[in-house]
DNA sequence: ACAGAGTTTGCATTCGGATGCAACATCCGA
DNA sequence: TCGGATGTTGCATCCGAATGCAAACTCTGT
């Protein structure tokens, strides 16, 4: 035996009303008690029992109290499998996201965890790595019946429409899906980028580099867009090199940049933090750059590493939180009406001025 | 509506067998095939189909391909509820984290994640901000019946020995309890600080500063008193102040230890990496030390920060996907046979010279 | 062609809780 | 004290898949 079973179970036994025997020493060896246990210790039927553990139904406070204490007693918790099973509802969510260890996602998973659970839904988490994994671990979303979804990965319109088939309500983060026909939570991305690349313009850069993400990332796609689309405007030349979105693309980009432009670059702009942060190592360590002054480098997202004295990374971060409130409460909303229509709710991020990047005009 | 359904469904209607009529178009409105609608289009009985998705079940080939291609045409998912009502197995674990913001713990959800869907067990994730929060997301994770349960957070005894009770296993990771007797996966914390203190102490360290984690963290505990130990054996002193294993807590841990010590300080220890990180960005930025000329730092864990240029921390790095593989193996285990005795399973860690900390002698 | 061994199949029941309905209790005013 | 409005309660049934059992089937050797 692992642990001593020792809390004190059955021995409030001295309230009146029928009893039957009751034996702790069973406590431990017999199956989990059912809502027929408790029914039957509390002296009321089992439909008493299950209103006692559904809001807004029928129950006398006396009945309530009685069931109650006899559910504390044999610590009783309704199995949601059963009550799922019949009232079609889970009271689960799928999570999907790609890649946890994107240091941005994180936060989010756990805001969204949380807000979710104040609703009284749990959260079956869906960890994709690989896009081919993503038919096997739908799978698993199916069976489960879950009420709704959350998706920051890629997922194919084949898949989204097969949500969408069965009426189970999915919101997109930080993704655009179906040509807006599905309801999604985004950071302005190209508005984020047009401020960044204005401030910069003003402060007097003209040569631009650009890391971008992975080409099957809509945020990339947007961000480097918005970002050439603005560069363009104001008649500024801008360099594209290709990134995966981590330390190393930030590294790997600058030095390609370096060697396209023979070390002419004014500021580079990166589609992510991580990118960026990599880059500021990279310029400093291996190209002896001083980062803002001979160069400016910007990100997007706002991680938690932005901020350190190491970076001060000129960026623009998300606003998590209400994001993440957005997208919960737009899925809860959908849960209860699966007719709502779909919904694009864009986020502005907000400008961190930090000090990887000169963002004023020389004096 | 939302989205255009266009799948091509019921048009692989020609084989032979009878067969009820089938509205394509009903089916976007009506309820979630069951296991019956699959038997009736398959000309087969319910058992059969369920025996279908049962693997070891008796089935032939021929019954088995009907019911697979009738599943497949009507897009049919076991319903896990139903099933786990019956079976009792959930085949869902519950994953609970306590501050996923922490870096280290992403990468470690991630991983398990993906090898318990190996399994076929799914992952009901429950984060934990608040000690307090506990009980509450625990009721979630009764009511659901998992099978088990890998515990990174802080869980009082009573509530561990409630999983006991309920003979539903558990494996801590990076944690200890019950004196030993729940099996465990944990990252050698003692052995990992002597082999940084023995190196410390080799290149000629003698003044040692700790930041150690939260009171109530059974690494930071084990760390600390583990390099503690050490320094005390070698005859090196070291003061002691407090953090919360954050970036904050190690500028301010610094602070307090230059402030103790009149800047007379050879090493410092951190109880884990993010603080380290902390502690460089604040030696460098507000006491222009150099790290590690006249500084050295060592952090544990192996975030992936730590390997930053700006930082090359060296600490010790947690095999992440050797513990990871333990624990969910043990679990696994153990939800197969309850009755397997509890296991502490050590691992130890990887010393990273990095550069953050002179661990040979001047030569 | 048939007995017998081995396979495959369907029937009926089960898991645990939710809920419509009817029976019952309670409380109010007249 | 009684009619009726309101509030509680229990009964019976249902949700969807799994499974013990017995019936039906397949195949083998003779």
Redesign the interface.
Known sequence: M??????KIGQSSSHAGIQTHFDPQS??ESK?TTSYDVAQRAGVSQSAVSRCFRPGSSISPKTRARVLAAAHEL?Y??????S??ITKR?N?VA?MIS???N?Y???V??EI??RL?DHGI??????L?AESEAD??L??V????VDGAIIAAQVSP?Q???F???RVPVVLYNRFG?GG??PSVCCDSIGGERQLVDQLVGAGHRKFGIIAGPDDSYVSQQRVSGAQQRLKELGCEALLVKGAFD?DSGDAGLRSLMAMTDGKLDALICANDLMA??A???A??NFGIDVPKDLSIVGFDGV??AT????RLSTVRQPVRRMTEAAVSMLVERIEDPDL??EVRTFSGKLIEGASARLTPIA
Chains 1, 2 share one sequence.
């Open positions: 692992l642990l001593e079973f020792s809390e406590m431990t989990p610590g918790h309704p199995n949601a499998m059963a799922g099973l889970s689960l999570v890649n946890l260890t240091l996602y994180p936060e998973l756990a965890t949380r659970s749990s959260v079956l988490l869906v960890a790595q096997a671990m799978d698993q199916w069976r489960y019946r084949e989204l429409s097969y969408a088939r069965r179906e026909n599905v330390y942060i990599g500021i190592d990279c400093r360590a938690a590493p350190w004295a190491s970076y229509p779909p």
